[in-house]
């Protein structure tokens, strides 16, 4: 039955195309146009299969990089954990005093030297420019120690001139206290502060990151403070034990409480990171997958429509030959 109704149909269809010159069955509209109009029809198969091929290996990709990062995650998390307990007791001691007014202010800021992991460099860069023009003045000097690949690209781009020290790789090692006090070390030797101001992502969990600030004050400071009053005048009422100074003990305290602090920052900032990145490389995994899905549905179509047109060109054919005996 339905191979009749296809003669029928080449019966008629027949004449009308064959009466007409070929110079006029020519589309007046470029190849590109063509395309536009037909759709899925004027896509090859070998395009989409090719394609299809170059989405998988996306997703192979994209998946692999989202174990490797939760492994990673896994080892620094519980250290950070750990590394938490360092410098609170130096909070409870000397406060932590974000909004303090000093002439002089260094932002250290944590990024990552990789990407792929969402918007935490970003994020970080936007809250050092922030503080920049918050602590800078007439009469005042804020400079900036860059750790990490990203953020040194960007903040590069503007405030060259600003930037004493810059440091990339430092994750290239797994992170222990010994190597990022060297850290520290050089850059209390590389800048003058009244305040340094750690720029850092705290980590809460694979999805949540939050931007924190920690303060650390120069011994000079700390002893103005104290004698000003407030919780540092809590200070004096310590003994020294030793032939230690107040001063030279105020020095030990503020190197041993940065280098704590930047200690648990990095660490905080790596695991960051790593969420971040298993985050991104989820999404990414899913939507390879969903482009996998409308490009295999393109597929079908496409093949189903060359076998329909193929058949119709069979059917044709034979109608006309049947007409012509």
């Not at 007046?28 to 395009?47: C, F, N």
């Not at 994750?171 to 850092?200: G, M, T």
């Amino acid at each position: 039955m339905a191979m009749a109704v296809f003669r029928r149909e080449g019966r008629r269809l027949l004449p009308s195309i064959a009466a007409r010159p070929i110079a006029a069955i020519r589309s007046p509209l470029s190849s590109d146009q063509e395309e536009g109009l037909l759709g899925v029809r004027s896509i090859s198969t070998q395009v989409v299969r090719n394609r299809m091929k170059s989405v998988k290996n996306i997703q192979k990709i994209t998946k692999a990089m989202k174990m490797v990062a939760a492994s990673k995650l896994r080892a620094v998390q519980g250290r950070a954990e750990n590394s938490r307990g360092l410098w609170q007791p130096f909070t409870a001691l000397l406060g932590d005093n974000p909004s303090i007014d000093v002439k002089k202010s260094v932002v250290v800021t944590l990024s990552s030297d990789k990407g792929l992991c969402g918007g935490i460099n970003s994020t970080v860069v936007k809250v050092s420019r922030a503080l920049y023009k918050l602590n800078s003045g007439p009469e005042k000097e804020v400079q900036f120690v860059i750790v990490g690949e990203k953020a040194k690209a960007i903040m590069f781009r503007d405030s060259k001139n600003d930037i004493v020290l810059s440091v990339t790789e430092l994750n290239k090692n797994p992170l222990n206290y010994a190597q990022v006090s060297v850290l520290a070390d050089d850059i209390l030797k590389n800048v003058e502060f009244d305040a340094l101001r750690i720029v850092y992502n705290k980590f809460h969990s694979v999805v949540a990151f939050l931007p924190t600030v920690s303060t650390v004050l120069s011994p000079e400071i700390i002893e103005k403070e104290s004698e000003v009053g407030g919780k540092l005048g809590e200070l004096d009422s310590y003994e020294i034990e030793g032939g230690e100074t107040k001063g030279e003990i105020l020095q030990n305290l503020a190197e041993f409480q940065f280098s704590c602090v930047m200690f648990n920052a990095v660490l905080e900032n790596a695991c960051s990171e790593m969420g971040a990145r298993m985050s991104a490389m989820d999404s990414s995994s899913r939507n390879a997958g969903e482009m996998l899905d409308r490009l295999t549905l393109t597929y079908n179509r496409t093949r189903q429509a060359s076998i329909t047109t193929e058949l119709i060109e069979i059917i044709s054919g034979a109608s006309a030959l049947e007409a012509a005996k």
